[in-house]
């Protein structure tokens, strides 16, 4: 008789236990599924009206089958890190939720939100979140660290950047490690060395001279102006004379920018699971590959038009991509004139348009800029001023265009102490662990920075040792920015010429937003021009 009551009772509690299980993890799984299909497939209405009519017995059937979906998408997920507790302890994972994670990768808000983790937990290194409370990645918030990893040979660029071939719809040198970036990236540095880099000055005068008319023109209407559409469209027409001897029309630089912006919105969108394995059925996902032809289509037409140049200039980038002869073919070719133009336009230009906007909202440093550059000879002299480069080190300092300053592929153990109080704890990021190296999290970092989120230009007057280590915006190693010498001869020729022509005051401040990179979108900046000069 016992037995039968224990068996009764202790029966109906399993099925009690079971029914709450159920229900816990549909409501898990339409929790999952509502954030996935709200934001893709279905909309909140058509979801809606499947849950409600949705059985207990539907719901037990498909329990299973849903459950086994998610655990292949995270065991795809969990595999790519190879993780190895044995030794020293591993970085912490930050106490955030994968759905929060997401949504954060997704809004656009994600360099600011790593910054803010960093400052809130404290960590040199921290895993996102990921599944089976296991990180995704490390991020790397440590300027020595990052060095080592950077300057490491073993180490390489990982599978995710690979996402960046929806650009070019075949590798490239920024994508791929090995042989197809060793001899595409050994003859294109010859275009970048210093003996080009009068020509690519002498291009930038040109082409900001022709923008000084169109900032006298928004001054007679009294219009203000988008500062990073208008530093978009002058340094997409400089790259493409100076590296690709190309004159960029509006049409094509249109056709240009619609189609990056609609290729790399779907590429964001693509991190969510569902988006990246069953992508067809989606039609931005479709119009994506649309977008993907219509660059190459461009990127087709500024090679042909090199090639029917009479009198082409020897070393450009252009020609340093059509000599090369380790290209298999001109799909190649390309596919790297394409990411350099991705790669240089819109870093140049967001970076030009913090400075532009930092300088507007602190007026005396605009003036003691100009007072400077007035105080300079000729042109030449002008770039020479240390006040003009305390404002371009400060301006890239406070605003990184490339918030997380890369991502590489540990081929090797790195150790690290954390030192609280009296004790000394070691970690290990573990080889296979993919690192994103977070230049903001340097950059406006307490330990290397006093007061980090304020405009100092003097502070780079005398900069400490910790410092000056801790700047590396255009980052270090052997896949350091390729384009580093044209974007200084670009941001050192338009800064120092605009101020001293122009007063600039602030509209509208913008949004501080991410994609791709950091850019203040939407800011209004007025220029009125200095009668004296
Ligand atoms: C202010 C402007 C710029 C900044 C802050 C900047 C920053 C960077 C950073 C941080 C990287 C490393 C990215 C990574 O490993 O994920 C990089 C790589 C690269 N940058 Fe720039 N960049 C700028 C301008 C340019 C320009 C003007 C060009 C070309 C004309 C260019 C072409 C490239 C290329 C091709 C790479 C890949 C190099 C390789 O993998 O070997 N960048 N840049």
Known sequence: MLYWFFFVVIKSQ?????????????????????FIFTRTLLTHHMFLSILNHRTMFETMLILPIAIAFILLILQKIRKKTNYDDSASKLPPVIPISYLEFLKRVTSGQLPQSVLEWHRRFGYPVFYTPGIFGRGHFAIVADSELMREILMDQSSTKPGFYKRTENLTGTKTMFSENGSRWMHARKSIAYAFSSSHVKRMNEVTVKHTTEFMEVLDNLQQQNKSFDIGKAMIQLTLKIICEAAFEFDMDISDQSTFLRELEIVLLENRNGIIPLRWMFGYLFPKVRRQHVGTKRL??????????????????????????????????????????????????????????????????????????????????????????????????????????????????????????????????????????????????????HAYFDEPDRFLPDRWRDPSDIASRAFFPFIVGKRSCIGQPLANAEIQTILSTLILKYSWSVEDMGTDTFFTTYKPIGAMLKASKIVSN
């Not at 993890?25 to 999952?32: A, K, P, V, W």
């Not at 090679?303 to 991509?321: F, H, M, R, S, W």
């Not at 190649?332 to 967001?350: F, K, M, P, Q, S």
């Not at 081929?411 to 609280?420: C, L, S």
Request: aromatic share 8%; net charge neutral.
């Open 296 to 445: 190459a289509a461009l990127g087709r037409k500024i090679l042909e038009a090199y090639k029917n140049l009479q009198n082409p200039i020897p070393g450009t980038v252009i020609d340093c991509i059509v000599r090369d002869e380790s290209y298999n073919n001109d799909e190649e070719r390309i596919a790297d004139i394409i990411i350099l133009l991705v790669a240089g336009h819109d870093t140049t230009a967001y970076s030009l348009a913090w400075m532009f906007l930092d300088l507007a909202k602190h007026e005396e440093e605009q003036n003691k800029l100009r007072s400077s550059l007035k105080a300079a000879g000729d042109f030449q002299e002008r770039l020479q001023v240390p006040r003009l480069h305390y404002v371009i080190k400060e301006g890239m300092r406070l605003h990184p265009v490339a918030p997380i300053g890369g991502m590489r592929l540990c081929n090797r153990d790195y150790h690290y102490v954390v030192e609280k109080s009296d004790t000394k704890v070691q970690y290990k990021i573990p080889e296979g662990t993919v690192t994103a190296l977070s230049s903001l999290c340097v950059l406006r970092s």
């Open 14 to 34: 399993i099925w009690v236990l079971l029914t709450k299980l159920v229900e816990f993890s549909d409501l898990m799984i339409s929790f999952f599924f509502r």
